[in-house]
């Protein structure tokens, strides 16, 4: 049988022509994540705005294909909010002086993006592509902590995450399981079926004989089994009314976060910080890459664009074939230009989310020695929102944990304070879970994003209005401007979105200048 | 306040001494796994039977306090079950020639344990003291595979783990918001808390506004989310008739061992393969060992004890004040003794785990390139049961995952094939989950651990009768020999149990030898 004649008869066998496919290597010729645009292009210029992770990929990508380009990046370092903090960094906010972070060398946090979802195939394709080495992101961690402050009768403790998981898994299954005991709930399920719905209950919740949740291994001991006689204590669960009563069944606490698809476990990041991916990158462009250049004015021009800026020798003005614009909005909404009044209006209109985050230096990793907690994350109800414990050095010596990382209001009123009383509100809320703040901690570091020159923002936060009647402005050009990044596409906050954003942008750019027809992705993408 | 006045205070406030114990320092004085046992003894001659971790971490302990010790191992390498198979690694089943691993440098499996939750803090305090470094052990995985063969209408379909968790959470969560709709079926919580349940199970479930469960982003897309117009395409759930009739609500397939206290993330491994821990002891002990020394005959005497053994040069027997007998059960069963009865009934009676695994050396990582699978486990109902992909070398060329890890009857069944049949098995079973078997495959190396030579088990699985009635007898010294291991510990199959173990008998041993009352643990471990 010949290959044509396989992939007929293939064809007609809906769902079996995968398997078969690989089974003859056949799928292997063309990788998921190749970016082989045909036609070099010799003598034009793009001009990139904004040197995060979708300025340079854009660059980095046009230059495979012959084009000459120019990133304009206002900060002294590329990389945008792919960015990690640690010895020596500096942030300037809005309304603050700037600041220095003076973290132990090794030490690090990220101040932006710091998992990689396992799905997000185009930001792994780049990591392997530029040789950068990743590690398991712990994002889900049974042994950290749900802290209710002033809240109910568990108020102030630390509940384990596993006890709340087991105790609300065994009384929602317990429920569910007496409710069928009296009869058939579901129309659809024969009987035969409603008992094995009954049996999976017990399974699921740890139900005994009689269907009753009671105290369970899954929510950990009171005293840890061992050698000899010791098999261990388990105590009793908390109350169902104890947990409510605390708001532990409150979004809040119950993490339902963790089942987004893009928080499920394999998560990643990137080895030694998440900016490895950005510095990775920036040595691909560095010849295309003007830093310190603050974009002033975007021009559409006859035959081109003009992009004026200022730098430390002055103002200047360069001209371009095209350009590729990948600043935030709310940054873009503050530069001169000569837009059409829709693009204008979604640039003004589409919000961006008020987020931060506070960097914690401890001279010893205590969340690790005393608390037994490696990575993932403890959540509050107060103002912290969340304290992420380090994926990387686990059993080292000291550690950086992100002490609140919090969004919306609670981020506005923490982007408020000066950077010492951020400090302050970090470490009287985190003493509550974690005493050894007292003794252990050495000396912080926080980003507001949204009060972050240059950014003004985390990333796009879409309305269903907003994305209905905005956002498809921005996704044609204005005249040769391209508008990039997370901002235009359905990965927001993700880099991802930068990536996939210069893709699709580099495509019709690209297909306009050659006059080629070019779909990008050139197959639907499978999930 | 002084240090004392401070501490008796504190001591009359319930569950508020330890932070503000850690708030002053105090507790940092005695590290958690402190094993400091009062008193030096020379002149002491303690003989361990077996070079796993148990008797390693006995001699290692032991050597501390002063004492002489001579470790016999049967074997010519060090580390029992803790061990990785690499290139030139070699095992002899009992039924079967030698075998050697082929596999490329640089890639390995663990045969035996391959995982150390998070709690386990002996196990990751060994790795501190002996400078193992550790890595995430990805455990949970929701990207990976329920596999029915041959089963209902999902039969022979790969289905991602995320699909049925999210799938079967909406489904139940609906059956259980619906009734709460029609009457409160709790008499303990009250209306408001009632309807605070019901807002739970909207969340938990991912329903709609009239607690429906639909198409969830939760479980995955068709097409995945992008740039510009993609906002991704979501299919609609699996029905629930069909999960159930493909039995996909089983124990075999709906995960709740990921429920189980020891398999909740946070989970490690040893960088460079798990049997790096034994390496970093053997090291440690290396002038006690005798490597080559199988055991033949263990006599308690009136003064000591007195070990008989034969390696390459003939017979030899050993005189020692005191003996840990860390050999497994079914391993010492057949090695003369004059132990009492009840020891010796104990010994023939307790059962081990049939268990086996083989490792899959692949030439392309096509379960992370093609099927975004990066460690993390795919459940089957077949004779597989598991398989695991690796939690190492993400992105990397190569890779060997575990084709199966199995148990019981079915590990009986593969146990006793030959080691070609048993990747023939593999690679039948495995290729109908990824045909890229067929093209990827190069090399496998299988360990029966039932059958394996020096083991002849897995681990000690014990019935309600048999540690109630047996495991008692082997806890206490049989004249001057104890008994150490996993075997002797609540923490079956895990290597925590070598360790708390082997302490537990040094501490019993040594309180003996200097007439001192050592408890051990010093105070109730914490869980």
């Known amino acids: 049988m010949s290959r044509r004649d396989f992939l007929g008869k293939s064809a007609m066998l809906a769902g079996g022509a995968y398997p078969a496919m690989m089974a003859l290597g056949m799928l292997r010729a063309a990788p998921a994540h190749a970016f082989n645009l045909e036609g070099r292009v010799a003598g034009k210029h793009i001009i990139i705005l904004g040197g995060g992770l979708a300025g340079m990929t854009s660059a980095y990508e046009l230059a495979k294909l012959g084009y000459t380009c120019t990133i304009l990046e206002a900060r002294q370092r590329a990389g945008g909010r792919c960015w990690s903090i640690r010895n020596g960094s500096t942030n300037t906010e809005t309304d603050k002086p700037i600041a220095t972070a003076h973290f132990d ?14 799905h997000h195939q185009l930001t792994l394709h780049y990591c392997k592509e530029l040789n950068v080495p990743i590690q398991v992101y712990n994002n889900v961690n ?14 102030n403790k630390k509940v384990r995450v596993r006890e709340v998981h087991n105790d609300i898994r065994g009384y929602m299954t317990e429920m569910l399981a007496k409710t069928m005991d009296h009869g058939n709930l579901d129309a659809a399920l024969t009987k035969e079926d409603a008992e094995k719905v009954i049996e999976y209950l017990r399974a699921e919740g740890g139900l005994d004989t009689d269907k009753l949740y009671k105290a369970s291994a899954r929510r950990g001991y009171s005293e ?33 976060a963790e089942y987004t698809y893009e928080l499920q476990m394999t998560m990643f990041q990137a080895v030694g910080g998440m900016d490895q991916i950005a510095k990775a990158l920036e040595k691909k462009v560095a010849q295309s890459l003007k830093l310190g250049a603050e974009v002033t004015k975007i021009t559409n021009t006859a035959n081109g664009v003009t992009i004026e800026y200022k730098d430390a020798q002055g103002m200047h003005s360069l001209n ?10 709310p940054v873009l909404s503050n530069i001169n230009n000569n837009f059409s009044s829709d693009v204008s209006r979604a640039i003004d209109y589409i919000d961006y989310m008020k987020t931060g985050k506070i960097g914690l230096q401890f001279k010893r990793r205590f969340w690790e020695e005393d608390d037994h907690i490696y990575g993932g994350i403890t959540h509050t109800n107060n103002e912290l929102t969340q304290i992420f414990y380090p994926s990387y050095d686990y059993l080292g010596k000291k550690g950086i944990l ?15 304070l000066s950077y010492a009383d951020r400090e302050k509100l970090a470490l009287e809320k985190g003493r509550l879970v974690h005493p050894q703040y007292d003794t252990e901690f050495e000396k912080s570091f926080s980003v507001s994003w949204h009060k972050t020159k240059y950014n003004l923002g985390g990333w796009a936060e879409y309305t269903t209005d907003a994305r209905k009647n905005q956002y ?10 391209y508008f990039a990044g997370e901002h235009l596409t359905y990965l927001n906050a993700w880099m991802a979105g930068a990536f996939e954003s210069a893709r699709s942008v580099v495509a019709a750019l690209h297909a306009r200048i050659t006059e080629q027809r070019i779909k990008y992705p050139a197959q639907g993408a499978k999930g």
Chains 1, 2 share one sequence.
């Open 472 to 481: 498809p402005a921005l996704l044609k050009p204005d005249g040769r401007v």
């Open 105 to 118: 060398d090794g030490l690090y946090f990220n101040a932006g993006p710091s998992r990689i979802p396992h």
């Open 320 to 329: 371009g074939d095209m350009c590729i614009c990948t600043l935030p909005l």
């Open 224 to 256: 840890a089994p061992g050698a000899g006689d010791r098999p261990g204590k388990i105590s009793d669960p908390h109350k169902l009314a104890d947990i409510i009563h605390s708001g532990l069944m409150d979004p809040d606490f119950y993490n339902v």
């Open 402 to 416: 992100i002490g609140y990382y919090n969004f919306n209001d609670k981020a506005k009123r923490t982007g408020e």
């Open 142 to 155: 049974e042994g950290a902590y749900y802290f209710a402050e002033g809240k109910g009768p568990l108020s």
